[in-house]
Nanobody
Framework: QVQLVESGGGLMQAGGSLRLSCAASGRTFRPYTMGWFRQASGKEREFVAAITWSGRSTNYADSVKGRFTISRDNAKNTVYLQMNSLKPEDTAVYYC???????????????????WGQGTQVTVSS
């Protein structure tokens, strides 16, 4: 079992930056691909970014490419999402997720992820 806890959300003006963190505990998450997803009010949850356990492969949604960066520190069991040039449409609850299949694929498919955090709210004002 893996527990994921997100932090770092908050209120930011458009154009600003935030860094989200996701701390994992329980079984080691080192072999796992980690992903970030988000869900805006009234909308379905959508993929944001993913990173394989080695960090060599990353994947981003088109809407965040060039603005968001996913990274991880396996020694700290933590994955990060650096969000720059924030836009009001980035407003959502952001979820961290783990894919325990150990496949070296930074999948965007929500069904690949079997552990989820509780989410952290990000609000971007215009």
């Amino acid at each position: 079992q893996v527990q994921l806890v997100e932090s770092g959300g908050g209120l930011m003006q458009a154009g600003g930056s935030l860094r989200l963190s996701c701390a994992a505990s329980g079984r080691t998450f080192r072999p796992y691909t980690m992903g970030w997803f988000r869900q805006a009010s009234g909308k379905e949850r959508e993929f944001v970014a993913a990173i394989t356990w080695s960090g060599r492969s990353t994947n981003y949604a088109d809407s965040v490419k060039g603005r968001f960066t996913i990274s991880r520190d396996n020694a700290k069991n933590t994955v990060y999402l650096q969000m720059n040039s924030l836009k009001p449409e980035d407003t959502a609850v952001y979820y961290c997720a783990a894919d325990s299949s150990c496949a070296p694929i930074s999948s965007a498919a929500e069904q690949k992820y079997d552990y989820w955090g509780q989410g952290t709210q990000v609000t971007v004002s215009s």
